[in-house]
């Protein structure tokens, strides 16, 4: 059975030289140690991380999941591979597309990123056509609106000794023979009658 080889990087630091304030028979004090675990690559693939480690500035030891997945998908070899291909200020923004497509490969393994992309793609294009029918029916009732504002004008300029009652009985009579449902005269309420009538006698 082979035996693991993880090792964790020791760092002495020699102290400083005994001030002239302490005493002269006093032990001098311990050095202090710094320990650098390894990188999250290098504890799971069990080997030394070394000083001049290439997965050490992208692998921190806090967030393994992170090298377990590119590792699933693509293997240390070829991630250590493609890291010595390219040069170092490309090498954060191609670890972190490999740990998108690692992802997206293990929630979909024929399509990974391509199907997410086309599925995205689907949902815009549905949108972009249910947009446009709602651009196209605002059109319409803005059209239909603006008709029966003239014919509303021209019923006036028609008759305009009648009274505002008589007026307001033709127009009822003019709304079945324009053929305008009556969910879409929504907007002409009581109130709405009022105010038109009072703009277009004063």
């Not at 059975?1 to 005493?23: K, N």
């Not at 070394?50 to 998908?73: G, Q, S, W």
């Not at 070899?77 to 293990?106: C, G, H, T, W």
Request: charged share 15%.
């Amino acid at each position: 059975m082979e035996c693991s080889d993880i090792t964790a990087t020791t760092i002495t630091c020699s102290p400083l030289s005994p001030s002239s304030s302490s005493p002269p028979n006093s032990p001098p004090p311990p050095p202090h140690v710094v320990v650098v675990s390894p990188c999250a690559a290098c504890k799971i693939l069990r080997r030394r991380c070394t000083e001049k480690c290439v997965l050490a500035p992208y692998f921190p030891p806090n967030d393994p999941i992170k090298f377990t997945t590119a590792h699933r998908v693509f293997g240390a070899s070829n991630i250590i591979k493609f890291l010595q291909e390219l040069p170092e200020f490309q090498r954060a923004d191609m670890v972190s597309s490999m740990v998108y497509e690692a992802n997206a490969r293990l929630r979909d393994p024929v399509y990974g990123c391509a199907g997410a992309i086309c599925q995205l793609q689907k949902q815009v294009n549905e949108l972009k056509v249910q947009l446009a029918k709602e651009k196209a029916k605002i059109v319409n009732m803005q059209f239909e609106q603006a008709n029966l504002m003239d014919l509303i004008c021209m019923d006036m300029t028609q008759s305009p000794q009648t009274s505002p009652q008589q007026s307001l009985d033709s127009f009822t009579n003019i709304i079945p023979q324009y053929g305008t449902s009556q969910s879409n005269m929504s907007y002409l309420d009581d109130s709405n009658f009022g105010s038109i009538w009072e703009t277009l006698w004063t």
